[in-house]
């Protein structure tokens, strides 16, 4: 997959600003300031083309990014910060609702996750959302710089455990920081554009 040129093309706060122009798109989401920004920056070998460090909980609405010409990587608002009001997280879901109806034009799912922790409740809702679409679904645990060497393998264990025990989907251990699993998620995300 070529990752250049990329540039930010729209932002859509609903179903009627969603971009369908028949190319695939690659889906990220991720709880808020888990790294989903620096993650698709990342991937695309730039500094800040996705806004690292947006305030959390502000990012509400659906960014498109047009890589290569060719692919769309969307990049769905974060979920689960704790001080937006009950009207946000309602908007929140009908977004999401609204997305996936439409989910015959995602090629894959790439769900950003913490690392470190246990997934919460949100990852698992999100999880679901991504699986009953029916497209491969990419796990990358983020952060991965920030763990010790012997809470790598349990935490893998656990985030498989909890989000696809029964195999649909495959975690990479990843980090924005020191591109931990860079050329892996790329690949496998090539592997479906
Ligand atoms: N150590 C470390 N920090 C990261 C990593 N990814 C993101 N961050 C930091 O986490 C914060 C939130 O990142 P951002 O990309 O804005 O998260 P988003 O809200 O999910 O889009 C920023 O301070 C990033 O520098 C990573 O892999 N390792
Ligand atoms: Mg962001």
Not at 77 to 94: D, F, M, N, T
Request: proline share 5%; net charge positive.
């Amino acid at each position: 997959m070529k990752t250049e040129p990329a540039l930010f093309v729209k932002s859509a706060g609903g179903k009627e600003g969603f971009v369908r122009d028949g190319r695939p798109m690659v889906v990220f989401a991720g709880k808020s300031n888990v790294g989903k920004s620096s993650v698709i920056n990342c991937l695309l070998g730039r500094k800040n083309l996705a806004r690292v460090g947006a305030s959390p909980g502000k990012t509400t609405n659906v960014n498109y990014f047009l890589v290569g010409d060719a692919v769309w990587f969307v990049d769905l608002p974060g979920y689960g910060y704790a001080r937006v009001s009950q009207a946000e997280r309602e908007r929140w879901g009908r977004l999401m609702e609204d997305f996936f109806a439409e989910s015959e034009r995602i090629r894959v799912g790439v769900h950003v996750v913490d690392g470190r922790h246990r997934p919460t409740a949100l990852d698992e809702q999100m999880s679901g959302l991504f699986k009953s679409c029916g497209c491969p679904y990419l796990i990358a645990a983020n952060k991965w710089d920030k763990l010790k060497r012997s809470e790598r393998e349990p935490n893998l264990a656990l985030i498989r455990q909890c989000l696809v025990p029964d195999g649909s989907g495959e975690v990479f251990p990843f980090s924005a920081e020191d591109r931990t699993g860079r050329e892996a998620l790329l690949g496998a995300i090539s592997a479906q554009v």
